[in-house]
């Protein structure tokens, strides 16, 4: 998929292109020296050429215009190598997020709700402590996203990093493209009704 970085913005909105931003991290070392992070993808290759190939061959069955939609186009993107504005415009034209739990899914708030090719999001949770936590799925429900929740078993997670199911990955996407463009995904009503504004 294409590198994101600050100088190659993106120009196609939503409306004509289903984009997939797979967000990454670069390895850093903590203060004590050490860079050890259960959320690293330790396959990483491997899960980026699995997802070109989905976009690969949901392009060629796709008849250009079908619906509106030109193409299916995957973004491989590190959030650390953005500014916040930066991040937001780049979320606000993206139709699905994958990546591990963590802060950056919850620029998901961001995303291009209402427009024809959204949303969705995947989320890949490595075994261990951030196992309970629901907040990024609760939030992307609530806002109407379309939400799958990845949970890789103790035994392909490490200290290191974990190594992400890449087939189950790809299912769950094409699956969830299947059904964005059924039915496009919109704010719940209930999310914008503010019950401290409504009238006795």
């Given at each position: 998929?294409?590198?994101?970085t600050?100088?190659?913005?993106?120009?196609?909105?939503?409306?004509?292109?289903?984009?997939?931003?797979?967000?990454?991290?670069?390895?850093?070392?903590?203060?004590?020296?050490?860079?050890?992070?259960?959320?690293?993808?330790?396959?990483?290759?491997?899960?980026?050429?699995?997802?070109?190939?989905?976009?690969?061959?949901?392009?060629?069955?796709?008849?250009?215009?079908?619906?509106?939609?030109?193409?299916?186009?995957?973004?491989?993107i590190?959030?650390?190598d953005?500014?916040?504005?930066?991040?937001?415009?780049?979320?606000?034209?993206?139709?699905?997020?994958?990546?591990?739990?963590?802060?950056?899914?919850?620029g998901?708030?961001?995303?291009?709700?209402?427009?024809?090719?959204?949303c969705?999001?995947?989320?890949?949770?490595?075994?261990g402590?951030?196992t309970?936590?629901?907040?990024?799925?609760?939030?992307?429900?609530?806002?109407?996203?379309?939400?799958?929740?990845?949970?890789?078993?103790?035994?392909?997670?490490?200290?290191?990093?974990?190594?992400?199911?890449?087939?189950?990955?790809?299912?769950?996407?094409?699956?969830?493209?299947?059904?964005?463009?059924?039915?496009?995904?919109?704010?719940?009503?209930?999310?914008?009704?503010?019950?401290?504004l409504?009238?006795?």
């Amino acid at each position: 998929g294409l590198l994101a970085t600050p100088k190659n913005g993106f120009v196609s909105s939503t409306e004509k292109v289903l984009r997939v931003l797979l967000v990454v991290r670069k390895i850093h070392k903590n203060l004590w020296g050490s860079n050890r992070s259960s959320r690293n993808y330790l396959n990483l290759p491997a899960l980026v050429s699995s997802l070109n190939e989905t976009m690969k061959i949901l392009n060629s069955n796709l008849q250009v215009g079908e619906g509106g939609l030109h193409k299916h186009e995957l973004v491989v993107i590190d959030f650390n190598d953005y500014s916040f504005d930066e991040q937001v415009k780049l979320i606000g034209e993206t139709s699905i997020m994958i990546g591990m739990h963590g802060a950056g899914m919850a620029g998901s708030m961001h995303m291009p709700i209402g427009t024809r090719f959204c949303c969705g999001m995947i989320e890949i949770y490595p075994h261990g402590e951030f196992t309970p936590i629901r907040g990024h799925g609760n939030m992307a429900r609530k806002m109407g996203i379309k939400y799958e929740r990845i949970d890789i078993p103790s035994a392909q997670s490490e200290s290191q990093g974990a190594h992400v199911p890449v087939t189950e990955v790809s299912s769950k996407l094409v699956e969830m493209i299947s059904k964005m463009r059924i039915t496009p995904t919109c704010i719940i009503p209930d999310v914008i009704t503010d019950p401290f504004l409504e009238k006795p």
